[in-house]
């Protein structure tokens, strides 16, 4: 049983270098498999991926160097949404829709703005949203995209409006070196 579940586990993570646009990982626990898929980020200058909250979100987790996922003042995550696991969700645009209702209901007030379309290394121009508390609140950048059987979903977090200008450029530079 062991090299059933070390073949399934090394097939999946041999497919992530095959295949690098999205990482797929299959780990054994007590229950079965637990799957894990999220774009694979190549690594840029002053952050790096924090795997313990990765695992935890199912989200490739960034964190600036010298902080966590947990304590940093922004983050940037990205996401891999398989489509047949989401079966409500029918288009991108209705993924869009979903999201901004989740914002409107959880973040009174919220500020929900369409910005400038980013470009990834191949060329996909992922659609962005601000979402901007009116009071109290993280400061976020949501950009959304397709690709094959998974929605893309890339987003920085800040705890203030100065910590999100400041990893602004960190967030464009790890979308734009992101493709499939």
Do not use: C
């Not at 160097?65 to 990205?78: L, M």
């Amino acid at each position: 049983m062991r090299i059933s579940y070390a073949l399934v586990f090394a097939l999946l993570t041999a497919s992530s270098a095959t295949y690098a646009e999205v990482e797929k990982i299959a780990i054994p626990s007590e229950k079965g498999f637990s799957f894990y898929w999220w774009p694979k980020l190549a690594p840029i200058d002053g952050w790096h991926q924090d795997r313990e909250h990765s695992f935890l979100y199912s989200a490739n987790a960034m964190a600036p160097d010298g902080s966590t996922f947990k304590n940093a003042e922004s983050v940037i995550y990205a996401k891999a949404t398989f489509k047949p696991r989401a079966p409500e969700i029918k288009s991108l645009e209705a993924l869009i829709d979903h999201d901004k209702r989740d914002f409107e209901a959880s973040v009174p007030g919220v500020s929900i703005k369409e910005v400038r379309s980013i470009a990834t290394a191949d060329g996909q121009r992922l659609r962005s949203f601000t979402f901007f508390p009116k009071i109290d609140g993280n400061w976020e950048q949501v950009s959304y995209g397709e690709e094959g059987e998974y929605y893309l979903i890339f987003t920085v977090s800040s705890r203030s409006r100065v910590a999100f200008d400041a990893a602004a450029g960190s967030y464009e530079k790890i979308i734009s070196g992101y493709k499939k």
